[in-house]
């Protein structure tokens, strides 16, 4: 089964700091993902990566960057965290460039900025 | 843009059948759904590809209208264990590495 990871379930942090998210999967996949889950909202796609190093915005990528140095890792970063990214943080990976692979999912990091 | 889903919220005794919409106002290629258990990840239910092609669970039924940019799917004789969140979410194909768009999700309460 494949498995994607996070690195925390729950983080609070301080408006100013800077943040990061580290989300791993184990199974070679091509595709990674950062989602950004709010109420009423569904989720919203921040950045994806196709690629080692490669990576695209989403639909809401402002106040965000990403960095995948190796293909199993992806890395969310806020550079200056502001009370309005207090949100749930979904990774996810999917086997192959095109959309006919499914999202395998991580558990999601809550995070607070206070 | 993204996909409208509907209803937003429904309630259910279990056997009941459901249908969850999902409308785009984009040409599509793909359109994926998943359900999301509170607290948890959301995982794979289907997806339906542009020409007909479906994968999936077996017990679970969609369908992909490709003129009018809509899927449906469909939840019969409801057990308890289906309640969740459900998303759609949907691909333009091309050059999207597989990028989705989701919906604002719909949920799902089955009782007893």
């Known amino acids: 089964d494949v498995k994607v990871t996070q690195s925390s379930r729950y983080l609070v942090k301080r408006t100013g700091e800077k943040v990061f998210l580290e989300c791993v999967q184990d199974?070679?996949?091509?595709?990674m993902f950062w989602y950004r889950q709010d109420p009423g909202l569904g989720l919203r796609l921040i950045y994806f990566?196709?690629?080692?190093?490669?990576?695209e915005k989403g639909d809401i990528p402002e106040g965000y960057s990403v960095s995948r140095e190796k293909k199993e890792r992806f890395s969310l970063i806020l550079e200056s965290a502001s009370t309005n990214q207090t949100s749930m943080y979904l990774c996810a990976s999917s086997l192959s460039l095109g959309a006919e692979d499914e999202q395998y999912f991580g558990p999601g990091t809550r995070l607070t900025v206070t | 843009q993204q996909p409208v889903q509907s209803p937003q919220a429904v309630i259910l005794r279990e056997g009941e059948d459901a249908v969850i919409n999902c409308s785009s106002s984009k040409a599509l290629y793909s359109v994926h759904w998943y359900r999301q258990k509170h607290g948890e990840a959301p995982v794979f239910l289907m997806i339906l590809l542009k020409g007909g092609e479906q994968k999936g669970h077996e017990k679970i039924s969609a369908s992909f209208n490709e003129k009018k940019q809509q899927s449906s799917l469909y939840l019969t004789a409801s057990q308890l264990s289906y309640s969740g969140t459900y998303f759609c979410?949907?691909?333009?194909?091309?050059?999207?590495?597989?990028?989705?768009?989701f919906g604002q999700g719909t949920i799902l309460t089955v009782h007893p």
């Open positions: 990566s196709y690629d080692v190093k490669m990576k």
């Open positions: 199974m070679d996949h091509e595709n």
């Open positions: 979410g949907t691909s333009a194909g091309g050059t999207s590495y597989g990028k989705l768009t």
